[in-house]
């Protein structure tokens, strides 16, 4: 499946992690790519209505929101993980971006 970044922010965010971090999360992403919906635990797991995180474990927990849109998979947002529980702000902002692809 083909994996597009929703915006340059996702981007961004992953550019200004560590070397070792970009790598994993470089090989998770090659991962969703050849796996796509049947990828799951560890290193997805469905959090709402068409949004999935992608889960990377290391010295920084990283996750990616990210959804299935029109045949690919869309990377909406990321962000540094440091409770249990997804932050509602991190949600809200990958919620608005799910909405947006919609408006497309």
């Known amino acids: 499946m083909e994996i597009k970044f929703f ?38 797991k469905k959090v709402g209505d068409h949004l999935f995180e992608l889960r990377v474990r290391g010295k920084q927990e990283i996750r990616i929101l990210y959804t299935f849109y029109n045949g690919c998979i869309v990377l909406l947002h990321g962000f ?22 919609d408006r497309i």
Request: hydrophobic share 40%.
């Open 7 to 44: 915006d340059k922010l996702l981007e961004k965010f992953i550019s200004g992690l560590e070397k070792p971090t970009i790598a994993k999360i470089l090989r998770t992403i090659d991962l969703l790519e050849s796996f796509g919906q049947r990828l799951s635990m560890p290193h997805s």
């Open 80 to 101: 540094v993980k440091k409770t249990q529980k997804i932050a509602a702000k991190e949600l809200h902002v990958a919620h608005q971006k799910l909405q947006a692809l």
